[in-house]
């Protein structure tokens, strides 16, 4: 499979070369780049590879960098979500001070869907819509009857680990129906919020509101969502069979075969995603001129892992709603440059 | 220890458990646990305790033993004597309490002195009978862990209750509620000879400072002046020629005095022989005449005095010269040196013994010694110093109780017979209050003993647990910091291994203020007596039967033990072979030192207090005495580091032992000849120093810089941090141990009270605001609490009770009409404090105090409470919001309510906080990049900062690019990496993991811009480095102004920005401007916008009138009146400076008249 080497980012020892892309109109001459639907329909690919419960992999092909950051950029930081905002402390005798523990309170992934609910603007009142609110009322106690010998806190106390499990939900107004089965809770429970010893309390009230990763990493719905570019090597002369293994070792495992009779080289074109690029390979001198590697820039291995309500499959799809919003936006904005006459003001973001 | 070898023959065969005949033996591993163990014994800060404990335990009793008995000027048969001493366990000096057991915690917290009683056990007369008993004379303040403590050999959950840190390294004591270190201080050795070279005068002089016990010190000088030598004491008001000197000693032969000096060497002879001439000359040849030569010329001391027992004034005190003379030469002239029953021979020979280093230093360049050189140092620690004070504070205490009892017995008649123990007990507090004030005012003022010294004591820093630590082994030095001279700053080689090379702070105090190495020990004294026998017993003979023929034969070596010579050798090296034998087999402490001079053909013995010394393993026919099995037994927990120096594995080297010895740095540098093995290389950095990995890659000012900026890092500070209310306190949110540690790390315990956390590194360029080492921070790891930090800071107030019966009392918040309380106080209680947990808003009352408004009225005598009161409360004034932590109502000792009141404010890093690595590179934060603009790494990790890669060429902190590669492989790998000094984890190993977890083998990752989405074209340096928030943050600093507060006096802004002060356009600023032309500029800065002033000026006289509108009826005219020419006729308006209008007031009050000579602008 021999690739377009305009499509390739060369991967050098010490440097990286060629890593625009080049196909925009007027680039090089004679040709035309103009930008066609039709043309990128056919080269755009999204394949996913594996999906789990909590991340999801998968190729996306044919697209320039800047989309496929983009994308990237929306997840981290402007797919909304739901966190703990406002914390009401009644009663924090834990070691742990009020503004920390509220620190951690904001930061539990909450199992809401953002859809549900509407963004809590500055001004707004505080509506069964905009806010969610969850109560805690925690005291950790002596154990009774505790195991003979016992030392562990385990053992000898009741409730000395204020986890996120802790947290009870609270409906207000037409929540309860709203949310039916599905009520808002932590997506892990067992997160450690703060250890407490006999006679510490803490009773809390919480408000979660929805808002998105720019304001602060807490609404971030991914731990993180991030790409690479499909590496490529290409062997330009036949390996030594003397070097077949040590050639093999510089790649990850399963990138490069060895023929088992004939010790030839190759790269195993179905594995190839799987190097790390290393550049192991151009370290070792008895490989110099053997050898190129590259990486090919418009196929991106998408990795995103989410760390909220969202499904991971859910989130790219929810990242390309937001980016046709702002895409809404800046047409719309782009027209009443045109057509000034219309009075109202474009709203980002709506 | 058992050998199992000679069971069977297996190492006859060609393989032995494994080995072959021709591999290298294997050397001791985990020789390094030798460092904790020593450290399990003896801890970090053991040179303070022991001192302490010595003093407490031994010297004060000598301190008493030497100031026994009390008698009466008025009764004869009345006499009081201290028979003994001792020092109870800290307690409470109050009444009425259910424990009087006092913790360190509570005198922290109360403001009170951790201190226990002194005791003395007295005898003395009443009336016909003998009494004893026991009476408290005052209190000592008690060392935190010292024997006396109450904290020393608790376990952890002890400590715990007492709400003390297990870290804690103590060695300070408390006063008054705050933390107090006396520091160790730096001098020259006491009792030896120096002998130095003035290079630009020519003159060769040897000096011997004596000390002896009772504290008198003075200074005997042997120099050459014009190639004669002489003899200069201070006593002695004009240099007497040593021949004369020596004679008066009593080496009245010419002969005897040349052999005690020069020997029979004739270059020696040559030198001298010039003197013996003078002594004729001057018509000395007896004895009686050289005591008359010396008597005449001593200062005669009368007075304060204490010798002589004279001072009865006038014609009884006069007493012929040679009197004088033998007095002043036996009791002040090298007083350390005995003179038992006039017996003048060891005093003698030790004068001809500096005539002859002076001498040979004449003959010989090279035969002077080196002041800097750390063997010719003493360490002077709290120990001695509060045995002085205690010694000063003794002697006080007893004179004013001798005149207390004098002044009772001198009434004729009682009805009772007297007994003094009465009078003891009304003796005031004279010990504790000069203990106390001592320790909290630094000030070591001793008259008796003409010591002079400021600032012995510090405030132990509690900013970082390094900080505290660090400040325990500082040690200061006594020379001038002023004085240009380099010797004494600079790094000494015998300090290899006692001080630190790194932790020195820069600038003024540069090289002068050290700091220990990890495994220095400072010795305590140790009694001479059975040293000297044990001398005689290897063989010495008795110096006092030896002639200078003998003393100066070939191969006849001089013994010394202390300084003092006490008799000569023939077989130095069997003798000093025979010495250590002894002390090796623990018949000697182990502290002391002897050694073979052999340039001054002597051997040295010493035990005094205050040398520098540490432990080496001894090693034996070229091999080390400690093996694998004993390393085992230390593993296995079933040996300790005593156990070793009992077994003669280990012994301690003093820095001039040292230098008998030949000292293997690795056991594959053993050679035949060597005598012992480093215990660990890295054990020749110190506690602080001992943080930074790989610090062997480093530049060395760069780790010098580490050591200072270490000690201002925000972490933990102690397990009991959030009991502590002090003044102020940072503290880490979340605190990590760092990836690449150390063995020292762990030793002192910097892993589990960490100060930094492990940030993600990406050394590239990035925007432009990372240039001047700047750092760009990653806002979502902000969010998520990396570098958060709390600022924790005490407002503390009395609630007083005053002598005229007032008192001040808290009151409730003050309401407005509607009833409700203002905004300012609106979190105060009903008891009139804050509520623990509320938030301060800047300008909030948080204490709520009122005070009477006669407190200071002493001839009150109405109805306490129906006394009209005055608020006086506290309110906030930080410029951002903080939370109350923590309110805490106690009593001093002296009965007044204290409250303490602790506010917090969590603060997020913002622009301009600073940071730094641990390699000396500090930056601040220059710019905040949300996690979207991050680059990122194929595995989708984004860095917390990006480090400007400018930062390494002109630095080469090589350690620090080792760090970030250990740390990646560390994360990769799991588990944690050591950066130990001259050891650690190798650059290859990591290579390696990094290239089995699918990472570039140079640590060099390929990122992509999470700008553009684009590869970027370079690979970046990545992976995580330790880094430490320092406390200086912009929040405290940040300051403007537009207007304000001015100065009473010049009516200019007030300066600083405590007082919200202006920023000053200063000189050069001024300059600037006026070599502009900015004219109107410089008007409005320097007059318009500072202290501009209308003042009415005559122009008859030019003088300052008074100014219109004042009194407008009185002067008639608009334009003022002017009180000279009484006229409101010429009076002009101008605009002056303030601070001019006080110029001329000021001249005008030193009789000159300053006229003002006024035109229009415009002519």
């Keep these: ?350 | 220890m058992e050998d199992d070898t000679d069971a069977s023959p297996d190492w006859a065969q060609p393989n032995w458990k494994g080995l072959g005949i021709s591999d290298p033996i294997k050397s001791v591993e985990d020789k390094w646990l030798l460092l904790p163990a020593f450290l399990k014994v003896k801890g970090l800060v053991k040179q303070h305790i022991d001192s302490f404990d010595y003093f407490v335990n031994a010297d004060i009793k000598n301190v008493v033993k030497a100031n026994a008995k009390i008698t009466s000027d008025v009764d004869p048969r009345f006499w009081l004597k201290f028979t003994d001493i001792h020092i109870g366990f800290p307690d409470r000096n109050e009444s009425g309490v259910a424990t009087q057991q006092v913790t360190p915690h509570e005198c922290r917290l109360r403001d009170i002195t951790y201190s226990a009683p002194i005791i003395v056990t007295i005898m003395y007369t009443r009336g016909k009978n003998i009494v004893k008993r026991n009476a408290q004379i005052g209190r000592i303040p008690i060392m935190l862990r010292s024997g006396k403590c109450f904290l020393s050999g608790r376990s952890e959950e002890e400590l715990a209750r007492m709400s003390e840190c297990p870290l804690d390294p103590g060695g300070y004591f408390i006063v008054k509620g705050t933390e107090k270190v006396i520091l160790v201080q730096e001098q020259l050795s006491k009792n030896r000879i120096i002998v130095e070279r003035d290079p630009v005068k020519g003159v060769v002089q040897a000096s011997c400072t004596s000390s002896t016990h009772g504290g008198i010190k003075s200074k005997t000088y042997v120099v050459t002046k014009k190639d004669r030598i002489y003899l200069r004491h201070n006593s002695i008001s004009e240099d007497v020629p040593i021949a004369i000197a020596l004679k008066a000693l009593g080496i009245q032969s010419d002969k005897e005095v040349l052999l005690l000096t020069a020997g029979s060497d004739e270059a020696y002879r040559a030198i001298f022989a010039a003197n013996l001439e003078d002594a004729a000359k001057l018509g000395v040849f007896t004895r009686r005449q050289a005591l008359e030569y010396v008597g005449s010329r001593v200062k005669v001391n009368r007075g304060g005095g204490g010798w002589g027992g004279g001072g009865g004034g006038g014609a009884a005190g006069k007493r012929p010269a040679w009197e004088e003379a033998l007095e002043a030469l036996a009791t002040l002239v090298l007083s350390h040196v005995p003179v038992r029953g006039l017996d003048f021979r060891a005093k003698a020979i030790f004068v001809a013994t500096m005539t002859r280093r002076v001498i040979a230093a004449v003959h010989d360049e090279k035969m002077v010694d080196d002041r800097d050189y750390v063997g010719n140092k003493r360490l002077e620690l709290a120990g001695q110093l509060l045995a002085l004070l205690f010694e000063d504070l003794f002697k006080t205490y007893q004179s004013n109780l001798k005149s207390a009892i004098d002044k009772v017995l001198k009434k004729a008649s009682r009805t009772t017979e007297y007994d003094a123990f009465k009078t003891m007990q009304f003796m005031g507090d004279h010990i504790s209050a000069g203990f106390v004030r001592a320790i909290s005012t630094g000030n070591w003022s001793l008259k008796r003993f003409r010591m002079e010294r400021a600032g012995v004591t510090h405030v132990l820093s509690r900013l970082s647990f390094i900080a505290a630590l660090g400040m325990m082994t500082r040690i200061a030095s006594q020379f001038e910091k002023t004085r240009k001279v380099s010797g004494p700053r600079a790094l000494q080689p015998s300090q290899w291994g006692m001080l630190c090379p790194s932790d020195t702070p820069e600038g003024e105090a540069c090289g002068l203020v050290k700091n220990l190495a990890l495994m220095t020990h400072i010795t305590t004294d140790v009694d001479e007596e059975p040293i000297v026998r044990v001398a005689f017993m290897l063989g010495v003979e008795d110096i006092n039967l030896a002639t200078g023929a003998e003393i100066y034969a070939p191969h006849v070596f001089v013994v010394y033990v202390n300084g003092t010579i006490i008799g000569l050798t023939r077989y130095p090296a069997r003798f000093v072979a025979a010495f250590r034998k002894l002390r090796r087999a623990r018949r000697l402490s182990e502290f002391v030192s002897v050694y073979i001079n052999h340039h001054q053909a002597a051997v040295h013995i010493a035990s005094d207090g205050g040398r520098i010394c540490r432990p080496a393993v001894i090693v034996e026919g070229g091999v080390s005495r400690v093996r694998r099995e004993h390393v085992d037994l230390l593993k296995a927990n079933k040996a300790s580091f005593d156990d070793f120096l009992k077994l003669g594995l280990v012994e301690y080297l003093d820095v001039n032992e040292e230098n008998d010895a030949y000292i293997a740095l690795y056991e594959s540098d053993i050679t035949p000849s060597t005598t012992h093995l480093e215990i660990e290389p890295f054990t020749l950095l110190g506690a602080v120093a001992g943080l930074i990995p790989y610090p062997h890659h480093n530049q060395s000012p760069r780790n010098t810089y580490q050591c200072a900026m270490g000690k201002q890092a925000i972490g933990a500070i102690g397990y009991n941090q959030l009991r502590r209310i002090d003044t102020l306190l940072y503290l880490s949110v979340y605190p990590q141990q760092p990836m690449v540690k150390t063995r020292t790390i762990e030793m002192v315990g910097y892993d589990r009270l960490p100060a930094g956390q492990n940030a993600v590194v990406a050394v590239m360029a990035y925007s432009g605001y990372d240039i001047e080492d700047a750092l760009i921070l990653n806002k979502a790891s902000l969010d998520r609490g990396y570098g958060r930090c709390q600022v924790f800071r005490k407002n503390a107030t009395l609630i007083r009770k005053y002598p005229n019966g007032t008192f001040d009392r808290l009151a409730d918040a003050v309401l407005d009409d509607s009833g409700v309380p203002l905004k300012k106080y609106d979190i105060i209680q009903g008891d009139g404090l804050a509520g623990v947990g509320e938030r301060v808003d800047p300008g909030d009352i948080f204490i709520n105090k009122q005070t009477p408004t006669n407190a200071t009225d002493n001839s009150f005598t109405g109805h306490a409470a129906a006394v009209p009161y005055k608020n006086t409360p506290m309110s906030y004034k930080a410029p951002v919001a903080g939370n109350i932590d923590k309110v805490m109502i106690s009593d001093t000792e002296n009965e007044q309510t204290l409250i303490k009141v602790l506010v917090r404010q969590t603060r997020r890093p913002e622009l301009g906080d600073k940071f730094s690595s641990r390699h000396g590179q500090k930056g601040v934060c220059g710019l905040i990049v949300g996690q979207e603009d991050m680059p990122f790494g194929d595995g989708g990790v984004c860095p917390d900062t990006i480090m400007n890669p400018h930062g390494f060429p002109s630095r080469m902190t090589v350690g620090k690019m080792i760090e970030l590669l250990a740390g990646k492989a560390g994360t990769l790998s799991g588990s944690l990496q050591y950066g130990t000094a001259f050891g650690g984890s190798k650059v290859e190993d990591m290579s390696r993991i990094l290239v089995e977890h699918g990472f570039s083998y140079a640590g060099k990752d390929m990122l992509t811009s999470g700008i553009t989405g684009e590869p970027m074209e370079a690979y970046v340096y990545f992976g995580p480095i330790y880094y430490q928030k320092l406390k200086h943050m912009v929040m405290d600093k940040m300051h403007a102004r537009a207007r304000g507060p001015r100065a009473t006096l010049t009516r200019q802004p007030t300066e600083g920005r405590s007082r919200e002060g202006g920023l000053r356009l200063g000189e050069m600023e001024r300059d600037c401007l006026i070599g502009y032309g900015a004219t109107q500029l410089l008007l409005e800065r320097l007059m318009i916008s500072s202290d501009a002033f209308e003042v009415a000026a005559c122009e008859g006289c030019g003088l300052m009138g008074r100014s219109p509108g004042a009194n407008a009826s009185a002067g008639g005219g608009s334009g003022g009146w002017c009180t000279y020419c009484k006229s409101a006729k010429r009076m002009a308006t101008l605009t002056i400076p303030y601070a001019a209008k006080l110029l001329f007031q000021e001249l005008m009050a030193m009789n000159v008249v300053p006229r003002l000579v006024l035109a229009d602008a415009g002519e």
């Design chain 1, 1 to 350: 499979m021999s690739i377009d080497p305009r499509r390739l980012v060369g991967v050098k020892a010490e440097r990286v070369t060629n890593i625009s892309s080049t196909d925009f109109p007027g680039h090089y001459p004679g040709e035309d780049h103009s930008w066609d639907a039709q043309k990128f329909k056919q080269n755009l690919k999204v394949q996913v590879q594996r999906v789990s419960n909590r991340s999801i992999d998968f190729d996306l092909v044919g697209v320039d960098a800047s989309i496929a950051n983009a994308l990237r950029r929306i997840l981290l930081a402007e797919v909304p979500t739901i966190a703990i905002e406002h914390v009401y402390v009644y009663d924090n005798t834990t070691v742990i001070q009020d503004e920390v523990l509220a620190h951690r309170m904001g930061l539990i992934p909450l199992d809401v869907d953002p859809d549900m609910m509407t963004t809590l603007l500055p001004g707004d009142d505080l509506t069964d819509r905009n806010t969610l609110v969850f109560k805690v009322d925690f005291e950790c106690t002596r154990n009774p009857r505790p195991p003979p010998g016992a030392t562990e806190p385990e053992d000898l106390y009741l409730n000395h680990e204020l986890l996120s499990k802790h947290l009870s939900w609270h409906p207000e107004g037409e929540q309860k129906t709203y949310f039916g089965n599905h009520e808002p809770q932590p997506t892990n429970g067992d997160i450690v919020l703060a250890k407490l010893r006999p006679g510490q309390r803490v009773q809390m009230d919480l408000h979660a509101i929805k808002s998105v990763g720019k304001d602060h990493a807490k609404f971030s719905p991914v731990a993180t969502a991030s790409y690479r570019i499909l590496p490529h090597i290409s062997i330009l002369k036949p390996i030594p069979k003397e070097h077949a293994k040590k050639f093999q070792q510089c790649f990850a495992p399963g990138v490069v075969d060895i023929d088992p009779t004939t010790h030839a080289v190759s790269i195993n074109q179905k594995f190839v995603r799987n190097d790390t690029v290393t550049r192991e390979v151009l370290r070792h001198p008895e490989f110099e001129g053997y050898v190129e590697l590259s990486r090919v820039r418009d196929h991106f291995l998408f990795n995103i892992e989410s760390e909220s309500a969202y499904e991971p499959a859910r989130l790219f799809k929810e990242s390309i709603k937001v980016m046709k919003a702002k895409l809404a936006t800046v047409r719309a904005s782009v027209e009443l440059l045109r057509n000034p006459t219309r009075s109202e003001d474009v709203v980002m973001g709506s």
